[in-house]
């Protein structure tokens, strides 16, 4: 059952769900494309987490959860995690961030014999609406808002075990509201830092869930570059059921992220 608890730990925002460079950068950049109506980036990435907090799940109880990467990509069968974004006449736009991780572990019962099996799908979608308030030729400042939908499924199977066989699937999904604030600064032809901030759920589906995350970038031409940030999600998520119902989920997910961003 403590493997149980492990897995129901795992599930997190790879995060959801974390943040590259906004398409307007480099200085001529933004003079060659000062005319064009929109501009694209899309960026695959990957974040190395780690999590920490408390889970419950059914009828058992809380338990601390203190998960390292190396546990996270020890039981990592599937993963996916890419971003988009959309701007519109270097004012306005859109951000899509989808990321997908299926986990699963299984181990051998010490008393009593059998086995379990556990597993453990996680989606974290985010959709954003952006406003650019300030745009020089090195800075851009953006301020958004928009909602972060988590959908969490998790799978036990027993074999064998004391308590008999069993196969028992739990799940909840939610979606937050957010708002938050963004910066982007392109220090020469090569180098960009970028940071950004976020609070949300307000009630409304977690108590409350904020984000922060900022690092540095380097461009290799006016079309791909590479960047590495640090990243810190927060969630406090209660579903207010009861019995095997029941989930619960107040965690720090923290790590770096390593992406590759193409703008065109």
Known sequence: MGLALLAASLPFAASNAADLPQPATEPYQVNERIDRAWEFMIAPYFVAANITGTTQVGRLPATDIDVDTGTILENLKFGAMVRA?????QKVGAMLDIAYMGLG??????????????GVDQLIVEGMLFYRVFNSPQTSVDVYAGGRYWDINIDLNAQGTFVGNFDISRGDDWIDPVVGIRAFHMFNDKWSANARG????????SDFTWNVQGGFGYHFNKTWSAHMQYKALSVDYDNDKTGTDSFAYDTITHGPLLGVVARF
């Open 85 to 89: 974004e959309a701007l519109y006449q």
């Open 105 to 118: 572990a299984s181990a051998d019962v010490r008393a009593g014999g059998g086995r379990i099996s556990v």
């Open 198 to 205: 976020d609070i949300g759920g307000f009630g409304v589906a």
